[in-house]
């Protein structure tokens, strides 16, 4: 690899992930802030790359033997993969390849890895799943790997629900519809109906 001389540690020639063009950058612009090399290096004819082409430069599909699409970029703390330019709202990158091969992803819904999977980093969408927010908490608790599977009721850092209200909400239910306790709680009629049948906040007695 041939290295020149320059302001900032010299230049090293490098290949463009995108099309294979081999050529010179600073080398301190090759790695990241650990030192590590970059996974995406462009050359100046692929800088507007669409996207698309950058997200899936990012997805290894051959290396597990589970058939998971592993994510190699930027990884949440929770395991989940991370991609937060060019697709409005979609930060999860399980999220985004379900987006690009099946879909717009229903409101309030959520993209669910199955239970054979429970890979947080695999993209495959036939490793994945449509749920609503019952499921996703299920998901969540049976794979160990989610902030509410350590922490609960008002500990949770976005509830929208307290002990007092629980017991409310509780006191309440036989005689009003859920309904009507979900717009007076500001959530939504099957939280009011867990609350209510203690399949949620199970510790408040």
């Known amino acids: 690899m ?13 290949q463009c992930t995108f099309c294979g063009k081999l050529f010179h950058r600073y080398k301190s612009l090759t790695v990241d802030k650990n030192g590590n090399p970059r996974k995406i290096v462009k050359c100046n ?15 290894d599909k051959t290396s597990s ?10 990884i949440h703390p929770e395991g989940y993969g991370q ?3 060019g697709f409005p709202g979609q930060q999860r990158a399980h999220r985004i390849s379900w987006f690009l091969l099946k879909g717009p992803i229903p409101k309030h819904l959520y993209v669910l890895h199955k239970p054979e999977c429970h890979n947080p980093s695999c993209v495959n969408p036939d490793h994945l799943y449509i ?6 908490m299920q998901d969540a608790k049976q794979a160990g790997n989610h902030y509410f ?14 002990e007092q209200k629980v017991r409310e909400i509780r006191r309440d239910y036989e005689a009003n ?5 979900a717009e007076k709680y500001g959530v939504t009629v099957a939280c009011i109906r867990d609350v209510a049948k203690h399949r949620s906040w199970k510790h408040v007695k």
Request: with cysteine; glycine share 10%.
């Open 45 to 59: 004819d692929c800088k507007r790359v669409p996207p698309e082409k950058r997200f899936w430069a990012m997805v």
């Open 2 to 14: 041939e290295t020149i001389a320059g302001d900032r540690g010299g230049t090293v020639e490098v």
């Open 149 to 162: 599977s350590k922490c609960h009721g008002q500990d949770v850092h976005n509830a929208l629900l307290n």
């Open 177 to 181: 519809d859920a309904k009507t306790l």
């Open 65 to 74: 033997p589970n058939g998971c699409w592993l994510w190699t970029g930027a």
């Open 131 to 136: 749920g609503d927010q019952f499921a996703n």
């Open 83 to 85: 991609f937060p330019y």
